[in-house]
């Protein structure tokens, strides 16, 4: 699975950006997508992921804010962020993932990485 986000930017605290993410190859039902991010010095986090039946999760610190959605027939996947803080300024990540009866977080459930897109939030 290739995958390849779009849409980051620069905007001022409260402002919106909405990251895409587009999978080529073959995907599979039950499987799980999601957005992480890195801000430097830090380790890679679990912003929200999304399972092929709809199921959503997010962290909490996002919950409220960023919305998460994906098209299983045309492989991507989106993130709408609102309301954005400084604290939100790293590196996201569109990850793929296998089949889960729950799509977490956890970077380690994830096996396919797009190249990422920057995002900076300033105040």
């Known amino acids: 699975v290739q995958l390849v986000e779009f849409g980051g930017g620069s905007v001022q605290a409260g402002g919106s950006l909405r990251l895409f993410c587009v999978a080529g190859?073959?995907?599979?039902?039950?499987?799980?997508m999601g957005w992480f991010r890195q801000a430097p010095g830090k380790e890679r986090e679990g912003v929200s992921a999304?399972?092929?039946?709809?199921?959503?999760s997010y962290e909490d610190s996002v919950k409220g804010r960023f919305t998460i959605s994906r098209d299983n027939a045309k492989n991507t996947l989106n993130l709408q962020m609102d309301s954005l803080k400084p604290g939100d300024t790293a590196m996201y990540y569109c990850?793929?993932?296998?089949?889960?009866?729950?799509?977490?977080?956890?970077?380690?459930?994830?096996?396919?990485w797009g190249q990422g897109t920057q995002v900076t939030v300033s105040s």
């Open positions: 990850g793929y993932g296998s089949w889960r009866t729950y799509c977490s977080g956890d970077p380690g459930n994830y096996g396919y």
């Open positions: 190859g073959y995907t599979y039902s039950g499987d799980c």
């Open positions: 999304i399972r092929s039946d709809g199921s959503t």
